[in-house]
């Protein structure tokens, strides 16, 4: 009888070499359509966490009893607030490095693994953006940096971008999980 082990997700993703890797076109054409629908999306968002700041500020002025009603606005303003940070910080991050790609999603029918190419600078590097939580984010890594050279050609090198102060939590992340990052592949924006 024979008996195989069963693989994790991971484990299956790692030793798969993606033969027939799809992903988002790098051309000038569709790298526009990307970043258009990105800023649409980000400013939807900004629009509705104004308007319900707004309704927060006006119920809490018209009758301070009203301060639970006030409350429902602010939570719904900030979870939108959460929900878009991802997005500004990587728009913040291409526009900082005059981003020659953004948003590249791949797909491995073979293996299943997906995910998606962030920004890529226009010196070549790319560059993984984590707001918030860092968990999750050293198989992330892992992950990016076994895809960018099949996507981007050569062996690009691979980054970190957090926002200002998140630095070391991401270093401490990396040491950890065994896997330490030289110092400048971890850069703040
Ligand atoms: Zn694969």
Redesign the pocket.
Known sequence: MTFKLKQTKEQ??EQ??????EYDRLKKGPEESRRGKKQTKIAQANKSINRNLNVATREIRRMPSRVSRAAYYLGKARATMTDIAGDEFEEKVSTETNAKWTTIKFN??????SGEIDVVTDQGVVKECKVGTIGGLVSQFKKISRVAPLILGGSPTVHVAVPSGNGGAVRRAFRQAGSPLPSNAIQEH
């Open positions: 299956r993703e798969c070499t993606h033969p027939n890797l491995c029918p073979d293996c299943g693994m």
